[in-house]
């Protein structure tokens, strides 16, 4: 089945620090979106993406849909203790079989903070 | 703001028991889903609903089914319940218009033992 492989799995961060993390398939999206989820909630959706090359802001979050629709990548400037939690990338692939509104997930990166 | 709404946060049930889960959402969104959460394999579409009475498998249908009576409610049904099916559930809503930006309850632990 289609597959996402998010990276990295987890990281820790000190307040202050610039993040990214990263999502990449080998398939053509035409969506793509990244939600966060706090631990004993649901996700939450921070950005969503529909075109190639597309960069989009959400305060201090910035999200790119990849030239070549297979990747995406999410940056966390100047990081807050309340940035802790799993953030999840989604998409659609193009030539999904799927039916509409069926997303792909990764299976998270998890921020932590620096001990 | 958008709310969705899940009827338990924890749930124990035995093996063989019939199980519903609720889910209800005041936005008045006409996609509903259905997914389960599971450690090392992410958020898996169970069933989705684009309208009143009408349902589409997701990509784990095998041993639940779904009802869609009215627009803002969507049903998670366990027929009889099994320990494989013990889980994180979530349920999602999301316009039609833009099905992809999907808007989460806060989940239902099941427990089944």
């Known amino acids: 089945g289609q597959q996402l492989n998010q990276s990295p799995q987890s990281m820790f961060i000190q307040e202050g620090e610039d993040v990214s993390m990263n999502c990449t398939s080998s398939?053509?999206?035409?969506?793509w979106l990244w939600y966060k989820q706090d631990p004993g909630e649901g996700p939450v959706l921070l950005i969503a993406?529909?075109?190639?090359?597309e960069l989009t802001s959400n305060g201090r979050l910035t999200a790119q849909f990849g030239i070549t629709r297979k990747d995406s990548f999410l940056n966390i400037s100047a990081s807050i203790p309340s940035d802790v939690g799993i953030y999840f990338c989604?998409?659609?692939?193009?030539?999904?079989?799927?039916?509409?509104?069926?997303?792909?997930f990764g299976k998270g990166t998890k921020l932590s903070v620096k001990p | 703001d958008v709310k969705v709404t899940q009827s338990s946060r924890y749930l124990v049930k035995r093996t063989g028991e019939k199980v519903f889960l609720e889910c209800v959402q005041d936005?008045?969104?006409?996609?509903m889903f259905w997914y389960r959460q599971d450690p090392g394999l992410g958020l898996r579409l169970i069933y989705f609903?684009?309208?009143?009475?009408?349902?589409e498998k997701g990509d784990i249908p095998e041993g639940y089914s779904v009802s869609r009576e009215k627009k803002e409610r969507f049903s998670l049904i366990l027929e009889s319940a099994s320990t494989n099916q013990t889980s994180m559930y979530l349920c999602?809503?999301?316009?039609?218009?833009?099905?992809?930006?999907?808007?989460f309850g806060p989940g239902t632990r099941l427990t089944v033992t």
């Open positions: 993406l529909y075109k190639a090359g």
């Open positions: 398939s053509i999206f035409n969506t």
């Open positions: 989604a998409g659609h692939p193009i030539f999904y079989g799927g039916s509409q509104g069926n997303l792909i």
């Open positions: 609903s684009y309208d009143v009475k009408m349902k």
């Open positions: 999602a809503s999301s316009f039609l218009q833009s099905p992809y930006e999907q808007y």
């Open positions: 936005m008045d969104h006409e996609n």
